[in-house]
């Protein structure tokens, strides 16, 4: 029914910059909430950002500065756009959302299938 596709990783190094896209497609009637977040390897996956429907956001302090988070709601697409980048920024990063389709008045939250990050030299 909702397919959430994340795109945009890669291997950069210390310093650069990527930007990192979250499309959401299917039978979309609403999308609230939207969040991205990271796992390293070996680690637990952690939350990275927040960004509602009308815009307002979130950040995780350590990436506060270097990511900003954003999305087009005309689109059903979310952003989350990485300067400064850091090894420890290393990672899958996944795509969360809160939906509601148009099969169902209760939303539901859903996942897209992660896009690698690598920082390194």
């Known amino acids: 029914q909702v397919q959430l596709v994340e795109s945009g990783g890669g291997l950069v190094q210390p310093g650069g910059s990527l930007r990192l896209s979250c499309a959401a497609s299917g039978s979309i009637f609403s999308i609230n909430t939207m969040n991205w977040y990271r796992q390293a390897p070996g680690k637990q996956r952690e939350w990275v950002a927040t960004i509602s429907s009308s815009g307002s956001s979130n950040i995780e302090d350590s990436v506060k500065g270097r990511f900003t988070i954003s999305r087009d709601n005309a689109k059903n697409t979310m952003y989350l756009q990485m300067n400064s980048l850091k090894p420890e920024d290393t990672g899958a990063y996944y795509c969360?959302?809160?939906?509601?389709?148009?099969?169902?008045?209760?939303?539901?939250?859903?996942w897209g299938q992660g896009t690698q990050v690598t920082v390194s030299s």
């Open positions: 969360h959302a809160v939906i509601r389709t148009t099969q169902s008045k209760v939303p539901e939250a859903y």
